[in-house]
């Protein structure tokens, strides 16, 4: 079967902090790992991706780091803002289908003031 | 640019109602999917078209049926609604390949089964 397991399901941080969601996959013949991000009463959007030749990925404040030989991926918030607040998704697909993708399970994500 | 457009945006059915969610694309993008959503449970794959003629089942397409329009439209067709049909929909649309995994998403249906 194949998943994509994501953790923690919610989290709070203070404006400043830097959350971090971690995903786990099982099939190893994924090859391409893209992050969405989900505001209320919107469809998710493309955040940032990365493919398992690199270790970490920077774009801005949002932070991909890739351990291959564990099959984990996580994201980095650094400095969050309140209008970081959002639902994250991880998400897994082989490069070479047409873009069907696996989602992970969520995580909503909260920065207080 | 309306990118992905989704029709009707809530509805609440019967149980045993039919419906259709439309989904739309002014994008020129090969492929389309349908998602649902549901707390706890991420987003999961009902079906998708990988090109305009083709439709395959993804994660959990029971209870569903599609249909590719054309290369701009893709339907999901409810026949006999359950209240476990109760979600939000999300129709999104790719370039298919090569794969950037980017997908761009509607902004959702919501849909109760009552």
């Known amino acids: 079967q194949q998943q994509v397991k994501q953790s923690p399901q919610s989290l709070i941080v203070q404006k400043g902090g830097i959350p971090i969601i971690n995903c786990a996959y099982e099939?190893?013949?994924?090859?391409?790992f893209p992050w969405y991000q989900q505001f209320p009463g919107k469809g998710p959007a493309l955040l940032i991706a990365i493919r398992p030749d690199v270790s970490e990925k920077k774009e801005g404040r949002f932070t991909i780091s890739f351990n291959k030989s564990a099959k984990q991926f996580s994201l980095h918030i650094m400095d969050s803002q309140p209008g970081d607040s959002a639902t994250y998704f991880c998400?897994?697909?082989?490069?070479?289908?047409?873009?069907?993708?696996?989602f992970g399970q969520g995580t909503t994500l909260q920065v207080k003031p | 640019n309306a990118g992905v457009t989704q029709t009707p945006k809530f509805q609440v059915l019967k149980t045993g109602q039919s419906m259709t969610l439309q989904c739309a694309q002014d994008?020129?993008?090969?492929?389309m999917y349908w998602y649902r959503q549901d707390p706890g449970m991420g987003l999961r794959l009902i079906y998708y078209s990988a090109s305009e003629g083709t439709t395959d089942k993804g994660e959990v397409p029971n209870g569903y049926n599609v249909s590719r329009l054309n290369k701009r439209e893709f339907s999901l067709r409810l026949e006999s609604a359950a209240p476990s049909q109760t979600s939000v929909y999300f129709c999104a649309s790719s370039l298919g390949l090569p794969n950037t995994g980017e997908l761009f998403f509607g902004e959702g249906s919501r849909l109760t089964v009552l």
């Open positions: 998400a897994a697909t082989y490069s070479g289908n047409t873009g069907k993708l696996i």
């Open positions: 099939n190893t013949a994924f090859d391409y």
């Open positions: 994008m020129n993008h090969n492929s």
